[in-house]
């Protein structure tokens, strides 16, 4: 596809068919998400992938701190992805200092960008996501086990589209630039 094309017309998508994402085209979106850049090519973020029902069925009942809207999405999806991130890599120094003053924000910058890649290259294949960022960060720890060296940046669901969402109004340029 296109990059105008899959950048204007991907949209978030919380709405599943049952059909089940491959472990192969799983596999095949992480990859191209591997090519997005990261702080001094560090490439902290990590993709647990839950494809067990119960777990998500579990994680759409009690990982949500109470937002409920993120629940179907989570119960209905085909595959969640907790995008997690090596801890006291990004923004750091050799010494263990901060390079900048940003400190270690530059640990979800990275994810963010990979995310994004994880999200077009899902697109390109047909497949739905959506970010999540509102999550119960020590409930889904807890459940996946995830090492203490290693914290959740966020959650993407992953599956068919069974909607087609209208685009959420964006701002006019007017709006985003100033040049100077
Ligand atoms: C950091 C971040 C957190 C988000 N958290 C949620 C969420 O918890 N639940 C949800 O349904 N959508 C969530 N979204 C999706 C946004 O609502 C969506 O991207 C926005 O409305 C624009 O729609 P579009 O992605 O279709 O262009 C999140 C997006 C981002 C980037």
């Given at each position: 596809m296109n990059v105008v094309k899959a950048i204007k017309t991907r949209r978030s998508i919380r709405k599943y068919t049952t059909e089940i994402v491959s472990r192969i085209d799983l596999e095949d979106i992480v990859e191209l998400a591997s090519y997005a850049p990261s702080w001094k090519n560090t490439q902290t973020p990590g993709y647990v992938i839950i494809q067990d029902k119960e777990m998500l069925q579990d994680i759409a009942e009690h990982g949500v701190s109470g937002f409920t809207f993120n629940t179907g999405t989570i119960a209905g999806c085909s595959a969640l992805v907790v995008m997690t991130a090596k801890k006291n890599r990004c923004g750091y120094e050799k010494d263990g200092s901060f390079s900048t003053p940003k400190g270690d924000k530059w640990e979800m910058f990275d994810a963010g960008v990979a995310a994004q890649t994880f999200m077009l290259a899902?697109?390109?294949k047909g497949i739905g996501t959506v970010v999540l960022g509102i999550f119960d960060e020590a409930y889904i720890a807890e459940k996946i086990n995830l090492e203490e060296d290693k914290s959740i940046s966020a959650l993407i669901a992953v599956g068919y589209p069974a909607e087609k969402p209208v685009m959420p109004k964006r701002k006019s340029l007017?709006?985003?630039?100033?040049?100077?």
């Open positions: 899902a697109y390109e007017d709006e985003l630039i100033r040049f100077i």
